[in-house]
């Protein structure tokens, strides 16, 4: 990106700016322009599909996020207001979205409403900084929902570009990209040992750590 504006995206009006920052999601609609390079996690991490979909509200709920281990990854349930949000999170590799419905249905000894099938690559953007333009959130990184870690990463990515905006050089972009690169490296060891289980399931006993 340049002062000029955005000028490879058809359709839309050009915009003027010394900074850009990518908040698209997986769209990464600015930062791609750069055509960085995207860190994968699947060695390590196998879940890279998920399932979602919201069930009934009820009287009595934990005031937190519970995670459920399933045949070929987790399900968390979470309570909002006038409904509970729920979504499987599991490998393809093992299981296809049909049968993860099933799976879940099975569970909750109960039919669901799949609202949304997501499919994801764990790991996270070689320079989510680059030159004017910087990725923050799903635009830079996601490994998976556990552990709600990307609301940490972007907590972390806002936090430091607050103190490294000013007067920015590519001395400081470095520096930060490579702050990024260990803290996505810890997060991906930290939700690795979350697989550690004596479970007998060709998911859990395929995990590599």
Request: charged share 25%; aromatic share 14%.
């Amino acid at each position: 990106l340049n002062k000029n504006g955005i000028e490879s995206i058809k359709g839309f009006k050009k915009y003027k700016a010394d900074f850009f920052i990518d908040c698209t999601g997986f769209k990464r609609v600015l930062i791609e322009n750069f055509k960085n390079r995207w860190i994968s996690f699947d060695k390590y991490l196998k879940v890279k599909s998920a399932i979602v979909f919201p069930t009934e509200d009820t009287n009595n709920y934990n005031p937190y996020t519970t995670a459920t281990a399933m045949d070929a990854g987790w399900m968390f349930n979470i309570p909002v207001w006038g409904r509970h949000g729920n979504g499987y999170i599991f490998d393809s590799d093992v299981i296809s979205k049909e049968k993860a419905h099933e799976e879940v249905e099975k569970k909750l000894g109960k039919k669901i409403d799949i609202r949304k099938h997501i499919n994801f690559n764990p790991g996270y953007l070689e320079k989510s900084w680059t030159k004017n333009c910087f990725a923050v959130g799903l635009s830079a990184n996601f490994v998976e929902p556990l552990e709600a870690s990307s609301i940490g990463t972007s907590i972390q990515q806002a936090y430091l570009l607050s103190h490294y905006l000013v007067n920015y050089n590519q001395h400081t972009i470095d520096k930060f990209n490579n702050t990024m690169e260990k803290i996505m490296l810890n997060i991906r060891d930290f939700i690795c040992l979350h697989y550690i289980t004596n479970k007998k399931q060709k998911f859990w006993k395929t995990q590599v750590m």
